[in-house]
């Protein structure tokens, strides 16, 4: 259908940009990253919608590179946490630092 056929198409045109450069703006982590990860990054990880293998996202491969590097970053290991509303929810609301590091301990 034609919101596939879009989802393709930009996913085609991030594969592209990340093909000449580490992250979206260029070789530094961005906003740019930081605004777009949520979707298009648990996209192509496959947590979204269950559209992985439909989608073909493993095709994009400097998009899972870029997804992958950014997912194991310590901010957004701790983000994910924070006010999480869906999947594995731990605190569901915001907490003090402390439980954050808790949590991640906890995961390791």
Known sequence: NRFTMETKRQLDVLDK????????????????????????GNLVLGKLYNAAEFLDVTSYTHVQRWATQIKQREAVQRGKIVNCTWGNVILA??????????VLKLRS
């Open 93 to 102: 609301e915001r907490h003090c630092a402390e439980d954050i590091t808790q």
């Open 17 to 40: 940009q990340l093909a000449k450069r580490t992250f979206m703006a260029g070789s530094e982590y961005s906003i740019a990253d930081i605004a777009i990860w949520p979707w298009y």
